[in-house]
C-alpha cells in the first residue's frame, strides 16, 4: 500500500458507524479520503465528521472502488453482500458483523490477543463481539500464564448494544416509569415473537433470540468466539447474558478456573502491566470499575479480583468496557491502525 489511504465506513449513521468516526478522529487515523456509506433511506443525508457535515451516499458495490480500508458495521447481511465486492476492488473490509466471525479463513482479532492472526486475512478480518472482546482482553494474560480450563460468566449489557432505537426505549421507558405511567416498550428483547419488555428500572436475561440448546445466540458467541481467538476449544465457557439499564459500557462478572495454580498478587501484577487493561481494584477506596466512568473510555477496566473460597484454582473477577468503542469501533480501528503501521514492511 502506497501512503494513500482511503477509508470508507458502512453504516456510517449507527451507533457504531458514528462512533467509528469519532475514533478516527480522535485517534489521528491519517486517512487520506474518508467516504460515509449506508442504506438509500439515509443517502443524501449529512453526517458531522468533526465540525465537517458529510454528505452519505448508497452503499453499491461500486462504491468500493479507490478504497482501501472499509469498516463495516451495517448489519450482517450487508457485509454478505458488499464486503467481497469491497475486497474484490483491493479493499481491506474491517467487519464488525457476525457474518464472518466463525470463517476459517477470516481471522477474529483481538489485537491485545492475537495480533498476529491479522497476517492470514484473505481480504477480511472480523472484529468479535463486544462481550467477548472485553473478556478475551483481561483473560489473556491468565490465560498465557497459567491456562484456562474452565470460564463461566455473566454478562450486565449496555442498552447501546442492541443500537440507537434500545436507548431510545430505555429513557422512554424511565420516563413513563418516573411519571407513573404505564411502560410501553418496543425494541427489546431482540426476538422473533416482536414480543418486547421495558428495560427501565428491569434487567433481561435475553440478548438476541435463543437457539435449541437453551442458550442465546449472544451466549454462543462467546463461547465460539472464545475458543477461536485463544485458539483452544477445549476451554469450557458457561455464559449468561444479561441486558441492564445503563446506557454505555458492559459490565461482566467472570470466574475462571486455571489449570496451573496462581498466587493472587501475582495474577494482579500481569494484570497491571497486560496492554489494554486498567486495573481498578482497592476495596478499602471502594474502588472498581464501573461502566459510567468506562464510557468513553478505550481501555478494558478489570476489578474485584479475588480468589475462589473453595476451588483451588477459582479467580473471580469484574469486567468492564465501553461496548461500542473497544468492543467495536475502537478495535477496528486499532486494527487498521496495525495494518498501516506494518503494511510497507511485509
Ligand atoms: P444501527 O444504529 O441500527 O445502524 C445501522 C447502520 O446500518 C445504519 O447506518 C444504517 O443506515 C446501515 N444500514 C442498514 N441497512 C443498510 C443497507 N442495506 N445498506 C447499507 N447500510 C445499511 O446499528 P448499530 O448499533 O450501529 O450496529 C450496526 C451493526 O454493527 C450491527 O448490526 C452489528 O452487526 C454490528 N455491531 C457489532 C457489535 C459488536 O459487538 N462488535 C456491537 C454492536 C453492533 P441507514 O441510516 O441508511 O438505515
Ligand atoms: O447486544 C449487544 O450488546 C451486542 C450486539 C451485537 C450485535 C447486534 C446485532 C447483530 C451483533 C454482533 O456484533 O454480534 C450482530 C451481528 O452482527 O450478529
Redesign the pocket.
Known amino acids: 500500500m502506497n501512503s494513500r489511504v482511503n477509508v470508507a465506513v458502512?453504516?456510517?449513521?449507527?451507533?457504531?458507524?458514528q462512533a467509528m468516526i469519532e475514533t478516527l478522529l480522535r485517534r489521528k487515523f491519517p486517512y487520506t479520503s474518508l467516504k460515509l456509506?449506508?442504506?438509500k433511506?439515509?443517502a443524501g443525508t449529512t453526517v458531522m465528521v468533526g465540525h465537517t457535515p458529510n454528505v452519505v451516499e448508497e452503499?453499491t458495490p461500486a462504491s468500493f472502488d479507490d478504497v482501501d480500508i472499509a469498516l463495516f458495521?451495517?448489519?450482517?447481511d450487508?457485509s454478505l453482500q458488499l464486503a467481497p465486492e469491497a475486497v474484490k476492488r483491493g479493499a481491506l473490509v474491517i467487519d464488525?458483523?457476525?457474518a464472518y466471525r466463525m470463517h476459517p479463513e477470516v481471522p477474529l482479532v483481538v489485537p491485545e490477543v492475537n495480533a498476529n492472526a491479522l497476517w492470514t486475512n484473505k481480504g477480511i478480518i472480523a472484529?468479535?463481539?463486544?462481550s467477548t472482546i472485553q473478556m478475551m482482553v483481561a483473560l489473556y494474560p491468565i490465560y498465557k500464564a497459567y491456562g484456562i480450563k474452565r470460564i463461566v460468566v455473566s454478562t450486565y449489557q449496555a442498552a447501546s448494544?442492541a443500537?440507537?432505537r434500545a436507548i431510545d426505549d430505555l429513557l422512554h421507558t424511565a420516563k413513563q416509569y418516573l411519571a407513573n405511567e404505564p411502560m410501553q416498550a418496543s425494541t427489546l428483547p431482540v426476538s422473533k415473537l416482536k414480543k418486547h419488555y421495558p428495560l427501565a428500572f428491569n434487567v433481561l436475561p435475553q440478548i438476541d433470540v435463543f437457539e435449541e440448546n437453551g442458550y442465546t445466540k449472544e451466549e454462543m458467541k462467546m463461547v465460539n468466539e472464545t475458543h477461536k481467538i485463544f485458539a483452544d476449544d477445549t476451554i469450557q465457557v458457561t455464559p449468561t447474558a444479561a441486558r441492564v439499564p445503563v446506557i454505555y459500557g458492559h459490565s461482566e462478572s467472570v470466574y475462571v478456573e486455571t489449570k496451573e495454580p496462581f498466587v493472587l498478587s501475582d495474577v494482579l501484577q500481569l494484570l497491571q502491566t497486560a496492554p489494554g487493561v486498567i486495573v481498578q481494584d482497592n476495596p478499602q477506596e471502594q474502588l472498581y470499575p464501573q461502566a459510567i466512568v468506562a464510557a468513553g473510555q478505550l481501555e478494558v477496566f478489570v476489578g474485584r479480583i479475588r480468589k475462589d473460597l473453595y476451588v483451588d484454582n477459582g479467580l473471580s473477577m469484574w469486567v468492564v468496557s465501553d461496548?461500542i468503542l473497544k468492543?467495536?469501533a475502537w478495535n477496528a480501528i486499532q486494527i487498521a491502525e496495525l495494518w498501516l503501521s506494518q503494511a510497507g514492511h511485509r
Not at 73 to 76: K, L, N, P, Q
Not at 127 to 130: G, K, Q, S
Request: charged share 5%; hydrophobic share 35%.
Open positions: 458502512v453504516g456510517a449513521t449507527g451507533a457504531v458507524g456509506l449506508a442504506s433511506r439515509s452503499a458495521s451495517a448489519g450482517g450487508v464488525n458483523t457476525s472484529n468479535p463481539n463486544c448494544g443500537g440507537a461496548n468492543g467495536a
